[in-house]
């Protein structure tokens, strides 16, 4: 499930699988469906991302 959480002065959605966050849940559930079916991130994807967790989760 995409997360919903307020990050600084903005509401961002946030990839359950890779922690990334965007600023639309369509972006965000496209991010979480790919993750867990490939269990990397989309290049295509990320660019959109607009908050990286720190230290940011790597795969493998
Ligand atoms: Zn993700």
Redesign the pocket.
């Known amino acids: 499930m995409v997360r919903k959480e307020k990050i600084g002065d903005k509401i961002l959605f946030l ?1 359950e ?2 922690g ?1 966050g965007y600023l639309d849940e369509e972006t965000a559930r496209k ?2 469906e ?2 867990k079916k490939t269990g990397t ?1 989309s290049v295509e994807v990320t660019n959109k991302a607009v908050y990286f967790p720190n230290p940011f989760k790597k795969y493998k």
């Open positions: 990839c699988m890779c990334l991010c979480e790919w993750c991130c």
